[in-house]
């Protein structure tokens, strides 16, 4: 079984960052994209970065130049680096995964529980 588990998530003033780590406990032999969501109170929610097979990124427009997503193999945990943050950035942020735990198998969508993110004005 695949669990993920965000962390780094808090209160930080605008102009401020945070880094928000993605940990993943379990196998997962076959990463097909990792992904971080957010979603804001009111709002659906909203892919912020993605990477893909080959380590392409796909980047919101809202966070293209302040935001980037990076991950450490050994650690088994994503991270997403965010600079100069905006009142507009607060929201839950979600890691999600997709990715297989056999070979043989179809790829699961894994999700966390979401962390805080509140940048105050």
């Known amino acids: 079984q695949v669990q993920l588990v965000e962390s780094g998530g808090g209160l930080v003033q605008t102009g401020g960052s945070l880094r928000l780590s993605c940990a993943a406990s379990g196998s997962i032999v076959n990463i097909v994209a990792m992904n971080w969501y957010r979603q804001a109170p009111g709002k659906q929610r909203e892919l912020v970065v993605g990477?893909?097979?080959?380590?392409?990124?796909n980047f919101a427009d809202s966070v293209k130049g302040r935001f980037t997503i990076s991950r450490d193999n050994a650690k088994n945990t994503m991270y997403l680096q965010m600079n100069s943050l905006k009142p507009e950035d607060t929201a839950v942020y979600y890691c999600n995964v997709i990715g297989r735990t056999a070979y043989n198998k179809p790829a699961g969508d894994y999700w966390g529980q979401g962390t805080q993110v509140t940048v105050s004005s």
């Open positions: 990477i893909g097979v080959g380590g392409s990124t």
